[in-house]
């Protein structure tokens, strides 16, 4: 009741909207609810906060978040406390990355400042294929490093030997509340139908590599239409690739257009395709720039200009 208070005079205060609704419906996501379920008691996040999807289990999980691939020690906590502070209510870290312990440090201080709740926050952990021989355990040690309370989304980080087992230990935890939410990563098309019949709990989510390079329009589609949530690894091109893509011709035209970033235009294309994303930054501005994407829409025609830069460019191995 208090927030409610408090969130109706910063909307007097400042004209804003409560809701944070954007102005705009994107058809082909009309799962995504435009409107914000978190209000928090850090009234300044509340302008940027993402709107939120609900996944297959009914859960609601923002469409936008930060990846902290290579971000470690006091840079990795500070740079996912700026991101909190400027409204990211998403974080993807896995045991591969090796800052578990930096991503739940960083929350808990967010919580322990009052900038959030334990549930105003969704968490991502992987498990890596080293692991799955013994997914209890690695298991427990993901809830040990991150120590808040419980994980929002497990996934299992590749294909490998023994991922049904894997899969089927984090079924358990959902089973205690330890775990809420089950999900792949680097799973195509024939990985994805050769496991779901392993496995009791359907995945929420699917994260693999896309970006305007390799767009992997029809394994988007397939998961998609799999009622699975498709979240791309590598939106700006990842590291090492962004300056190309970030000075495309194309998208630079469709930047100025709007006023805004090349990398806000790829991350909103995202957005209407119903693509999830957490880019990477341990820069400040960055940060804040990656999450103000909900002012603006691409047209049709732009979204068409973006999909045909496609060159099934892979930046990766996997
Ligand atoms: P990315 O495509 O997000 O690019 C990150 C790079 O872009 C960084 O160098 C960053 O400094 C720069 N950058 C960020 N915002 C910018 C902006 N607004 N303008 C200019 N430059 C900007 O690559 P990433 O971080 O490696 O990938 C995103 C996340 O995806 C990772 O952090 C990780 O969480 C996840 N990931 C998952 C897998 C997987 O196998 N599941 C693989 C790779 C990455």
């Not at 993402?50 to 859960?59: C, D, E, F, M, S």
């Not at 993901?142 to 087992?165: C, S, T, V």
Request: aromatic share 8%.
């Amino acid at each position: 009741m208090e927030k409610v208070i408090l969130a109706i005079i910063f909307a007097l205060l400042t004209g804003c909207s409560v809701n944070n609704t954007p102005s705009e419906e994107v058809q082909s996501i009309n799962e995504i609810k435009n409107e914000v379920v978190n209000m928090n008691s850090d009234l300044e996040s509340n302008l940027n906060l993402a709107p939120t999807i609900k996944l297959n289990n009914g859960i609601e999980m923002p469409v936008l978040g930060i990846g902290t691939y290579s971000l470690h020690d006091d840079i990795c906590v500070d740079s996912i406390y700026t991101a909190i502070q400027n409204g990211y209510r998403k974080i993807d870290t896995a045991y591969m990355y090796g800052n578990e312990e930096e991503v739940g440090k960083a929350v808990r201080k967010a919580i322990a400042d009052g900038l959030i709740k334990r549930e105003d926050i969704f968490v991502a952990t992987k498990l890596y294929p080293n692991q799955y021989d013994n997914p209890k355990d690695a298991i427990e040690e993901a809830l040990k490093k991150l120590d808040i309370e419980y994980i929002d989304l497990m996934l299992l980080h590749h294909p490998g030997d023994n991922d049904d087992k894997a899969y089927k230990a984090m079924e358990e935890y959902v089973a205690s509340g330890k775990i809420k939410s089950l999900g792949l990563s680097n799973y195509y098309i024939k990985e994805i139908d050769d496991f779901l019949p392993k496995i009791s709990i359907k995945p929420v989510l699917v994260q693999n590599e896309i970006h305007p390079y390799y767009q992997e329009s029809d394994v988007v589609k397939h998961i998609q239409e799999l009622d699975i949530v498709v979240e791309g690894w590598y939106p700006l091109g990842g590291r090492g690739h962004q300056t190309e893509l970030l000075n495309d011709e194309t998208l630079l035209k469709i930047a100025q257009n709007h006023n805004k970033s090349v990398a806000q235009v790829i991350l909103r294309w995202d957005y209407q395709n119903g693509v999830i994303v957490i880019p990477g930054s341990s820069n400040p501005e960055h940060i804040k720039e990656n999450i103000s994407i909900f002012d603006f829409e691409l047209t049709e025609d732009e979204m068409k200009q973006i999909e045909e830069l496609n060159r099934d460019e892979k930046h990766d191995w996997y």
